[in-house]
């Protein structure tokens, strides 16, 4: 076993132990890291390589985005919240809040810098994404992940829900006046708060905001108009690489049925799947992204594939990334 996997366990262990002491009644008999039901993700590649699913939703957080380099919010440490001590914010997450920039952009236009899509490479496990949708077994894919580098390996837009938005079009946040991302990208880019045109004439100033969805801030229509007709197909739930920590998007794992088999796939048990005991086909397989990723391609003959696209995909973007660094 990995050190990676047994830390992780152990951290379920810890977890699971304290919360059994803040539950008042645990309706299950198990114990420690184990889910109330014995639902493995072999159970998940036996169902897969029988042919037997052909509609599943997708849950996905920053988790699937940090083996591109891209670090996740809440990793004690490395996580975006723990390193933002040089913006003076009140709170880690108010640099997506949407009250906090309206009045002081600075701190997001800073981070933007770090955050906008460019050169980062889809990961394994957006490739296997990206292979569910070719396989015509994926129904949809509700992404956290404002990165788009689901789109980038090769995902249809029809299957992908960016839940949180994204930087591909921009915004005054009070005239709601569009700007190209051609304006808007390079000021991002060098951290230069950008004002809206139209409303200077103001007496207090409005800026200019890309469509991630911030906190305070409503998902996007297509979010609500699909979700429930998702949820009543939904014959495989697959979450990977998110703490389930943000509503709506949470609560999505927990909108199937008690019988609809669902895996996550995680460093750490998250959500209902750490206490909804009444579920009885929960699987969780704790570890990476891209390792549980090629679990699941193998079991649909699909690895090599998934493997393929990825390394071609990676050699063009840091060839890119390397003429543009040699330029
Ligand atoms: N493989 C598997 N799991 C991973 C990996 C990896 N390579 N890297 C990180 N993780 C796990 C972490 O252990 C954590 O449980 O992914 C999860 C990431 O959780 P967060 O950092 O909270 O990210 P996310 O769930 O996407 O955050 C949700 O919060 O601030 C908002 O809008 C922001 O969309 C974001 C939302």
Redesign the pocket.
């Known amino acids: 076993m990995t050190d990676e996997l047994s830390e992780c366990i152990q951290k379920i262990d810890l977890k699971d132990s304290k919360s059994d002491d803040e539950s008042t009644s645990s309706s299950s008999s198990s114990s420690g890291g184990e889910l109330a039901n014995e639902f493995e993700i072999e159970d998940v590649e036996a169902l897969l390589k029988e042919g037997k699913v052909k509609n599943i939703v997708m849950v996905v ?4 985005s ?2 591109a380099g891209i670090p ?4 004690p440490g490395t ?1 975006l919240y723990s390193n933002l001590e040089r913006y003076n914010l009140p709170y880690p ?1 108010a640099v ?1 809040d949407i009250k906090y920039f309206k009045k002081r952009p600075q701190a997001f236009y800073t981070l933007s810098k770090e955050l906008l899509p460019g050169l980062y490479a889809p990961t394994i496990t957006h490739h296997f994404i990206a292979q569910l949708g070719k396989l015509g077994i994926l129904k949809r894919i509700y992404s ?2 404002i990165d788009g580098l689901e789109r980038l390996a090769g995902l249809e837009e029809e299957k992908l829900v960016e839940a ?1 938005g994204s930087f591909a079009s921009s915004r005054c946040t009070r005239c709601k006046k569009v700007y190209p991302n051609s304006e808007v990208h390079p000021m991002l880019r060098a951290g230069t708060v950008m004002e809206c045109t139209s409303c200077e004439d103001r007496n207090d100033r409005a800026y200019v905001k890309p469509d991630i969805v911030f906190f305070g801030e409503g998902l996007p229509d297509r979010f609500h108009d699909l979700l429930n007709d998702d949820l009543e197909e939904c014959d495989l739930m697959i979450v ?7 509503y709506p998007v949470g609560g999505i794992p927990d909108g199937v049925g008690n019988d609809c088999p669902r895996i996550l ?4 048990l ?1 959500g209902s799947f750490k206490e909804d005991r009444r579920r009885t086909a929960d699987a969780f397989y704790c ?4 390792d549980g990723a090629l679990r699941l391609a193998k079991a649909l003959g699909v690895e090599e594939e998934v493997k393929e696209s990825y390394k071609n995909l990676k050699a063009s973007i840091d060839k890119k990334r390397e003429e543009i660094n040699n330029n």
């Open positions: 957080g920053a988790g699937i940090t083996s996740d919010f809440r990793t996580g997450e997506f956290q992940n949180h990977m690489g998110t703490s389930l920590y943000v796939i995680n460093r750490e998250v570890g990476n992204a891209d």
